[in-house]
Structure formats: C-alpha cells, structure tokens
C-alpha cells in the first residue's frame, strides 16, 4: 500500500533531479493537481504535476503542518 503524499504550503522538500541551478530543494507555494514550486537555491519557480513531485520526492525538509524532528 502506498503512502497519500501528504505536502502543504510552506512545506520544504528534497527532489531526486536536481534544477539547472543545481539546487534540489523547493518550497511548496500551491498544492494540487500541480504543484507550484520555488527552488531554494535560485528562487526559480516551477509548476510540476503532483504525480512527478511524488516520484521525485527525495524528503520532506520542512513540513509547515506535521512536527518533523530538526535534524541538527
Ligand atoms: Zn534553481
């Protein structure tokens, strides 16, 4: 059985492919059936299709809803 990905706005995730700039972190401005990203490293927005975000989806970074433990 596979996990509902469960991402909301203001969440930070880790992408498997890496943007041009080389940066593989974004934010999540929009869910949906798109999701609207901005890369953390050259604030470069992007709109993806969920189904590619969760194929992509290395690791939450950051959840704006779930208490994540703080990697320190
Ligand atoms: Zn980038």
Redesign the pocket.
């Known amino acids: 059985m596979k996990e509902p990905l469960k991402l909301s706005v203001g969440d930070q995730i880790r992408l498997k492919k ?6 593989t972190d974004w934010e999540v401005l929009r869910v949906g059936v798109d999701f609207r990203l901005q ?6 927005l992007i709109l993806i299709p969920r189904l590619k975000v969760e194929k992509s989806l290395k690791k939450v970074l950051k959840s704006a809803t779930l208490d994540l433990p703080e990697l320190v």
């Open positions: 890496p943007h041009p700039c080389g940066g890369c953390l490293t050259c604030g470069h």
